[in-house]
């Protein structure tokens, strides 16, 4: 009953020129990318061949002919860049966005802050980038540019494949439809084009358009079905593409513990004796897509979400429920202490706990305050990210309106369309901390890291996951690597290097020019099988990349 | 475990107290507890007006994006 488990995030960036329209945002990303490589790791490929983006974790394949060509991302241009961060990560361009994907993290909490970390490596990139053009690139760490265009931030979770999916999909419809009201980072405008004047919780909930699907760049789904675990054969990767960018700290982790937990649930009701279809058959939603507009748009925080059951009940007390299953499954199979709270085996469960806890104290506490008091709430707006978001925006509304605090009519509505109203909730996502609006705030917000882990977490690996192996790996043996990815290490024989064959290793690795005899692979998929404590004295030890592979590979048969 | 991984325990009626817990929240914002939230969210608006007179319709338009994921 522990909320630790593999986890990490992905955050896209939107990269823009400074106060000019005419920029080609690809162009920018390989601009960014390229900026966040050095002389050591940029002739390293990222191999492709462990991708397999048309496995559906429904349990069937989609022809690749029916795939549409931004779904194949194992077949990309030739002219893409990767970059392996110093601490196990990726950098890459991913369509028109640079991306930061952070190393494999235990916790939720390791994991907010390698997340973090990514926006240090990525604004240095940028800068780098800049310096390098002659041109103001900056990057926003947001989801919506409301004008039409969405990009993502991803959660990934390894979870048992012994959980039958359909379950997996049913409890974490139910959570990602209702944990907008304490992790949404909170978004000026209704509609994907804006087209409403208003504000709404989250950045991503309009661009939902299905329940479930493989897809993530068109009718995007709830329930993101790819089925690629970079993982062993029991484990899935539970992919989740409704998140936001969040800024604070406070609801990302509760993104991610919370998920976490509800993982931890499915994985351990049959072993608690909790009915699980039942529970699920009183909370089921009627339509789980329109409910994720309606809790986005619904300040109030009132509305009654209708239930497949013929009942209804608002997200806070599907929320509410859900905490409760937790908790009586872990009650059940671990038992309670004096004080009547499941005995959680560590620190990072009973903090989740806690905070989830918190955050329904929060939800609550704002739903039953008017506007007035919502703008006097503190401590709230030092963990909700959508409130602190709203209240600055609220005063600035107020102000447009003429002083008027009735947020009901349609004039004063109107002035969230003010081009003043939309221009701080984009600074409040620029990334630089010199423009951003955020960076202002962000020292009376709640902090779960500190800056200077943080920062540490942007130049060192994880210890206790794989990204340990594949960060020191290229630090120490940059040079001699040719190939990498979540599952797979691949290292050059020193013995056959032959000065600059550096252009041969750039583009896919599926088609590799290099005699095979001269790569060596090592399997990496096991995510806690090449810690720092597993490899540390290989790595001393190993006078080349090939020789600690080779070490690592004989010590995994014995 | 180490020190980074606690946080700050929260308030609410419905938790237990961990008398292990250390609360991390910066000095900064222990002031602003005390503050009222009212004159911090003005005085970062006084900080971020000439954005908003100057140059915000500019900035707000040049923010074209392609989708992504």
Redo the contacts between chains.
Sequence with gaps: MTVKRVMGTET?Y????????RYN??QLSFDVVGAAADGHSDTIRWDYRQEDPVNDARGTRLERAAARPEMLTDAPQLNITNVIAPNGGRVYV????P?YSAPETL?P??AV?YDHAGDLIMQAAAEHAARQTGTPIVL?RNNV???G????T?ENYMMQRSVPFNQVARLMTLHFVTRQIYAGSGRVGIGEHSEQAGFQLSQRADYIHARIGLQ??FE?PIINTRDESHSTESCRRLHV?VGDANRMQVPQ?LKLGTTSMLLWLLEHADEAGFDMNEFLNGLDLADPVEAMHVVSHDLSLAAELPLANGGQATAWLIQLKLRQAVYQVAALLDGTDT???PAWP???T??VM??W??A??DVAAIRHADDDAR?????E??RVEWLLKW??LE??RRKIAGGSNAGATQDTRLAWQD??I???D??WAALDPRTS?FA??D????????NE?IARAADEPPTDTRAWLRGELVRTFGEEVAAVSWSRLTVRDPRFMDGDDSAEFYGNASRTTTDPARLFSLDISDPLAFTKSRCEQRLRESKHAIDLLKALAIGKEG | ?PQ?????????????E?DD?IV???A??EQ??A????D???S??D??ES???T???????????????
Excluded at chain 1, 14 to 21: D, I, K, T, Y
Excluded at chain 1, 94 to 97: C, G
């Design positions: 896209e939107a990269v823009s020129l400074q106060g000019s329209g945002p690809v991913d369509h028109a966005h991306e916790d909490f390791e802050r926003h540019d409301g004008k265009s969405c990009w993502g991803h993530t760049t995007r593409i982790v004080k009547g709270e560590d620190k990072p009973v903090s806690a905070m806890g918190q329904l104290a703008l006097g709430l503190a401590a707006a030092g209240q600055l005063k600035v081009s003043r939309k221009v701080i984009l600074a609006v202002k705030l020292p009376r917000t709640e902090r779960v890291e500190r882990d | 475990m980074q991984f606690q946080q700050p325990q929260s308030q609410s009626a419905d938790q237990h961990e817990q991390t929240q910066s900064d914002q602003g507890q503050q009222d939230q009212g911090v969210l003005d970062i608006l900080d971020i954005t908003l007179e140059n915000a319709e500019e900035y707000v338009n040049s923010f074209v994006q392609k989708g992504g994921e």
